[in-house]
Each structure stands twice: as C-alpha cells, then as structure tokens.
C-alpha cells in the first residue's frame, strides 16, 4: 500500500484525490499497487466531501507518520509550502507537486535535498497543466541538445484573449470566467502580468539547459499592454496575439530566456492554440521541433499530471531516478534586448519621421483609428536598434513577430 497525503485541497488538490480513489483500480492494475489518501492538510473543514474525514490541520502527523511515502504539495506559494516540503524531504518522504512558484524559486535546492535523502521531487504538472512535458524533456529528448523552448505557458492569459477577441468580453469579464473555472492563480495579476509564465520558462529552461534559472533575470511582460485595436492590427496581417515564454540557447552556452506578448503568423500552429489550451514547442539537433499540446490548467487536467508523478515516485521507492540541474549564477542569461526579430509598432508621431527611419515601411490600417496613430511592421532587428531608429515616436505598443 502506498499511502499519499495531499497538503492543501483547493483546485488541483481535490482533482488529486479524486483522481487517485477514482482510478483505484486502474492504476493498481497498471501499476500492481494499492494507493490511499490517507491525509488531506487543509486550513478548512470539508465535511461536505467524501473525503473530510481524512482532513487534518497539523502537518506534524504527517511528517511523523512512517506510512505516508508521498506527500502531495498543492497549496501554492514559496511560503508555508516551502516549510512543509523541506520537511516532507527531510522525514523521507518523496514529495510530488503542481507549485511552480516554489520549483522557479527553489527547485536546485530541493532536488538537492531530495536527492540527499534519496526520495524524489517531482513536478510534472508545474508546467502545461496536464500536458506531459517536464518527462519527455528531461527523459525523452535526453539525447537532443536543445536550441530553443518556446511556448504558451499559461492557460488564463490564453483563455482570457481568445473570450475577447472571440466573444467580444471585456477583460474583466474573461478573467473572472477563468477564476470560476478554476485556471487562475490565487493572485490573477501572477497570469496576465506574465509571473506565472516566467516561473515556467524558468523551470523548462533549467531541464533543457541544466543550469537553475530565477524568475528575477527573466525580462516579464503580460498581457495587459495588449489593446483590441493591437489585435485588429494583428489580425489585418493574418496574425495572432500570444503571451509566449521563450528560452534560446545561445553560441556561447548562455540562454537568452523572456517572457512577454508576440504576433504569431496564423500558418504557425500556435496560432490555433485557444482558449485554456497550451502548447510548448521544443527544438533539437536531432528531433528538430517537436510540439506538445493540451489543457494547460484545470482540476483534472493537472490531477492527471500530479497524480502520474505520485504513480513514478512510487515505482522508484527503492531503485532512484532524480531529476537534476546544476545552480544558477549570474553568467547563465544574456539580455534578450540583442535578440533579432521582426517587430510589431504601435505608436503616435509623425508619418514623415518614421519613413525616414524606416524606408519602405507600410503603415496598417484599422476602423477607427485615430490620425495620429501609427502602426506597422518592422524587419528583423534588435529591440535596443528599434529604439535607436524610433526614437522620435512615442511607443503604445511594442510587440515581437515570431519569425
Ligand atoms: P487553491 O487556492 O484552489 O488551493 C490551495 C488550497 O490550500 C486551498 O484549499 C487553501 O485554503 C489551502 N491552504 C492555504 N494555506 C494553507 C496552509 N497553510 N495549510 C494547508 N492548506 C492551506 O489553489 P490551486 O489548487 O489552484 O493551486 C495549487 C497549486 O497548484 C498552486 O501552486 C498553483 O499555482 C498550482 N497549479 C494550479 C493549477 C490550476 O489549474 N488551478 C494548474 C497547475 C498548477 P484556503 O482557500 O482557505 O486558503
Ligand atoms: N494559473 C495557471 C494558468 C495555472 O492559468 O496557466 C496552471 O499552471
């Protein structure tokens, strides 16, 4: 019998239990092993669930008790959930998680702790909800050296601009669907100001190019400086607008990692990529690109990715296998601003000057737009060369086209 117990039953912890009792007999067939929920550490009482009887509200039962082997960390945050991990670790427990903030912030630190008292940390649903990616990354495409990750790595941002732009909603509107659906985070400003996505590109750079990477020297922007006329520009050139997380790897072994809005070209499969769904795409030198895809947040899809992990700390009860990287440092990321692309420009100023910087350039139109309102595309440059050129505009919106 593996005994599980699940600290923090809100959104993705509820989702765990009931996937794990639900499925009982389907993972004990696949896996020859019972599994049980013994404990569920929760602030609240939940004598409405089928699973109250098993809640508690001291962690030391747990942390004491030898028969718990794993410990579900599902309340979030870099806080108390820190405290209970390093203790889950240090009383030999394995630890499985959906906390991408505590993996971003800490994730060198506990596998190393982990590995110490050799039990596993595992955080496959960390990153895209339940779509697998930390395992084929860090296991599936071992034999790659990864150039690039890219991806939509956050299901509200996406959510919350295809309802507006699909459904006309305002964005308030969007967002607060999102939160009953139970895809934002406690703190929505963490998705549509890119904090969330950051942590991301922060733990998928790590596992691709095995250095810690910390969300402060990860250059963020979010959604929130993205306008209905930007998407109408956007769309007038067959383009969409995506919040994407990217990490390149660059000649001399740094990686260029930022998080911010992009225009997509409609032929790139990103492009289709709506509502709470995510897409991570992964380049190779030998698998050239591969792309993953699927329900980047929600109860059941993250359960799934929490409870795969439970299932794979089990399995490697007495024979490890530790997911690793190296420390971060400050040598490990170059600034993004040297990063060549073409770019998308909305700005106010004169038609006059900005020909002159930029000749041949072709102005795009919308319904509605004000006459002193410019905006058009650039050819590939680097963002410190765009401000040179511009620097009689007066910027609105600045966006990357991903090329
Ligand atoms: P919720 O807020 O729904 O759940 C957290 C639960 O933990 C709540 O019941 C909360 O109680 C409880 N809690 C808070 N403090 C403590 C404490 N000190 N001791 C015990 N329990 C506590 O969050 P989610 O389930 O949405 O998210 C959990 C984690 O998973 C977060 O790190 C999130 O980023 C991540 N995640 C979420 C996804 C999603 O789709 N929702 C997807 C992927 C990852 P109370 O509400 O009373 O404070
Ligand atoms: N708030 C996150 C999102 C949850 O919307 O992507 C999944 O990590």
Not at 277 to 285: L, T
Request: with cysteine; net charge negative.
């Amino acid at each position: 019998m593996i005994n599980v117990a699940i600290l923090g039953f809100g959104t993705v912890g509820s989702g765990v239990a009931e996937v794990l009792e639900g499925h009982r007999e389907l993972i004990t067939q696949r896996t020859g092993r019972q599994f049980r929920v013994k404990y569920i550490l929760d602030v609240r009482d939940f004598p409405d669930s089928p699973f109250g009887d098993r809640v508690i509200h001291d962690f030391q039962t747990i942390e004491q008790d030898p028969e718990v082997d794993v410990v579900v960390e599902t309340i979030g945050g870099a806080g108390v959930a820190k405290e209970y991990t390093q203790r889950a670790l240090r009383a030999g427990k394995s630890v499985v998680t959906s906390n991408k903030e505590l993996v971003a912030c800490c994730g060198h630190e506990l596998l190393q702790l982990a590995k110490e008292k050799k039990v596993s940390y595992l955080f496959e649903a960390s990153v895209g909800g339940g779509i697998p990616i930390i395992s084929p990354l860090y296991q599936c495409l071992s034999a790659n050296e990864i150039f690039e990750v890219c991806g939509i790595l956050n299901g509200t941002t996406n959510y919350i601009l295809t309802r507006m732009i699909g459904a006309g909603l305002s964005f308030e509107a969007a967002l607060k669907e999102a939160q009953e659906n139970g895809y934002a985070e406690r703190d929505p400003s963490a998705d549509v100001e890119g904090h969330d996505a950051c942590r991301k590109i922060c733990i998928l750079a790590a596992v691709a190019f095995g250095r810690h990477i910390y969300p402060e020297q990860v250059p963020t922007e979010g959604i929130t400086g993205v306008s209905l006329a930007d998407v109408d520009y956007a769309d007038s050139v067959g383009k969409k607008i995506k919040l994407l997380g990217r990490a390149l790897r660059n000649g001399d072994g740094t990686v260029t990692a930022y998080v911010a809005p992009h225009l997509v070209d409609q032929s790139d499969p990103m492009a289709g990529v709506v509502d709470v769904f995510n897409a991570i795409k992964i380049r190779g030198d030998a698998v050239g690109d591969v792309m993953f895809y699927g329900r980047g947040a929600g109860k059941l899809p993250t359960a799934s990715a929490v409870v795969s992990d439970v299932i794979d700390a089990a399995k490697h009860m007495n024979t490890k296998k530790y997911l690793d990287w190296q420390e971060g440092g400050e040598d490990v990321c170059a600034s993004a601003d040297s990063l060549v692309s073409p770019w998308y420009v909305r700005a106010e100023g004169s038609a006059e000057a900005l020909r002159r910087a930029l000749p041949g350039v072709s102005l795009l139109a919308r319904h509605g737009a004000a006459d002193s309102e410019l905006a058009f595309l650039t050819g590939p440059m680097s963002r410190t060369e765009l401000e040179e050129k511009l620097a009689g505009l007066s910027f609105r919106c600045v966006l990357r086209v991903l090329d």
